[in-house]
């Protein structure tokens, strides 16, 4: 298999997405971004993906129900062919329609040591629990929120006097050195499977 495109999904920020790029560009990462998506016009992530001259397309989901929406996206994945779809900060849940399209091979990131803290506010529902440890979990999507196999994870240690915030920078910084290993484990997967 030499194709080791991937594409990126999200909503947001896009601090994960720019983790990965950067990986590329460094050569930790042999693999090529095809296309960046975001459902939302404002994703400071789909800025980025312009800055850096990727193919940055905007699919708002406004008003449109999950699986409607999913069949824009497989259209607008299609022609870039990619390998891996990664969702980073994505927020939409996918739904057979694009995962029987990509079988095993979309790609989440989630801020906790899944099967713990599913779902939104990861690092808040840690801090409420009280756990000694979080982190961060790349998994393949099914059609739950933030379940299906789980690839890699990394572990970081709450500390006394944690915010929600502090909390979230660490376990941040740890899914960007996290999600780029994924792809990598991934795109070899794919390679000795062809
Ligand atoms: C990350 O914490 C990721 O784990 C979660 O959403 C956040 C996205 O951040 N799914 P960014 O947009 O990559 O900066």
Redesign the pocket.
């Known amino acids: 298999m030499d194709n080791r495109r991937i594409a990126v999904l ?1 909503s ?6 720019v983790a990965i790029h950067e990986a590329i560009e460094r050569g930790d990462l042999e693999a090529e971004i095809c296309c960046v998506i975001s459902n939302r016009a404002d994703a400071e ?1 789909l800025e980025r993906a312009r800055e850096f001259g990727l193919d940055a397309v905007c699919l708002p989901s406004r008003g449109m129900g999950r699986e409607e929406y999913d069949r824009l996206l497989g259209r607008a994945l299609e022609p870039f062919r990619p390998a891996l779809v990664c969702l ?2 994505f927020m939409r849940i996918v739904t057979p329609v694009l995962l029987d399209a990509y079988p095993g091979r979309i790609l ?4 906790s040591l899944l099967p713990s803290f599913p779902g939104l506010h990861a690092q808040r529902q840690a801090l409420q629990y009280g756990v000694k440890i979080s982190g ?1 979990t790349v998994h393949l999507a099914d059609e739950g929120v933030d379940s299906g196999p789980i690839l890699m994870q990394r572990a970081v240690e709450v500390e006394d006097g944690d915010t929600e915030e502090t909390l ?1 920078a660490r ?2 910084a740890e ?1 960007h050195q996290l999600y780029w290993r994924a792809i990598a484990l991934m795109l070899a997967r794919l390679t000795s499977a062809s």
Request: overall charge neutral.
């Open positions: 999200l947001g920020r896009g601090s994960n997405f992530g980073a900060g989440n990131i989630h801020p961060c979230s376990i941040l899914e």
